[in-house]
């Protein structure tokens, strides 16, 4: 449970909202948790036949709380909240549907690698700044993204970490379509009820099959991402990427070798 989640079924679609404007919906371990039991609950619960993940029209989520990051690793990573949450959708076999507007940043970016299918609005900027955070790539998108978009763009996204928009989503093959902002939810929950009236069974294994060729590599992936990942944030490269952000100035990593 936690108050910046909410959980709501309607006509067997799970909709899954981040609500904690005053920080952007930066993702605490209780949200983690509390993702990480409902996508499990929508495994459990044969009334659930699609996932819904969605913010705000201004804003999706700034990634994880730079807060909790700053406090370091939480012991071992699968068994952690976030691990939870990431092993769970990526092996989830109840689709997952995201509607994206406003800042999809770090995590925010990367759980739409394992969502079947991405509405964005054309206000979204998506990002993955780990490296200029003094982290490394998660959530399996350090084979995901070389896998499907090549290993330039790739490498573009996670190590220069800049900011990309909607159309560029969509040109790469991130998402299925660009919204206005005040529709993507509409227009992402008209496709999960489209999805839940669909064969149930076939759309599991449909999504099963989607994710055969990269499953047990993904799994690889997240566990050294995960492992290297802990490593970071106990950097000092890291530590200055905290505390500049704390104290709203840009990281200065001139003196690191
Ligand atoms: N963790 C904790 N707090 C966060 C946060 C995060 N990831 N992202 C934003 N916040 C907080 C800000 O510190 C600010 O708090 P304050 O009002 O006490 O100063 C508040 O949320 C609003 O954020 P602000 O930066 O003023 O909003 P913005 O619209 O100017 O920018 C973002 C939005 C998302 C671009 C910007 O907040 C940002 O870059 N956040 C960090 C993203 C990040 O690096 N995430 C980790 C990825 S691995």
Excluded at 36 to 52: F, H, K, S, V, Y
């Amino acid at each position: 449970m936690s108050e910046h989640i909410s959980v709501d079924i309607q006509d067997k679609v799970q909709i899954l909202r981040l609500n904690r404007p005053d920080r952007k919906n930066a993702i605490s371990q209780a949200m983690y948790a509390a993702l990480a039991d409902a996508i499990q609950n929508a495994e459990n619960d044969g009334n659930i036949r699609c996932t819904l993940i969605t913010g705000s029209e201004e804003c999706f989520t700034a990634g994880n709380d730079l807060s909790d990051f700053a406090a370091g690793p939480v012991g071992d990573f699968e068994s952690s909240p976030v691990g939870r949450f990431l092993f769970g959708l990526a092996s989830a076999e109840t689709p997952v549907v995201a509607a994206v507007n406003g800042p999809a940043v770090g995590i925010g970016t990367t759980m739409l690698l394992h969502c079947d299918l991405v509405f964005a609005g054309n206000n979204t900027a998506f990002q993955m700044p780990f490296a200029n955070l003094g982290l490394c790539p998660e959530g399996g998108s350090s084979l995901l993204l070389p896998t499907w978009l090549g290993r330039v763009r790739a490498a573009e996204l996670l190590m220069l970490g800049g900011v990309f928009d909607a159309p560029k989503a969509s040109e790469m093959g991130l998402i299925n379509r660009v919204c206005e902002p005040a529709d993507t939810e509409a227009q992402a929950l008209q496709a999960c009820r489209q999805l839940a009236a669909q064969p149930p069974a076939a759309i599991r294994a449909t999504r099963r099959l989607l994710n055969r060729g990269c499953a047990s590599g993904l799994r690889d992936a997240m566990l050294a991402e995960g492992e290297q990942f802990g490593e970071r944030l106990k950097s000092p490269e890291a530590g200055e990427a905290f505390k500049a952000f704390m104290e709203k100035r840009k990281p200065d990593f001139s003196s690191f070798s």
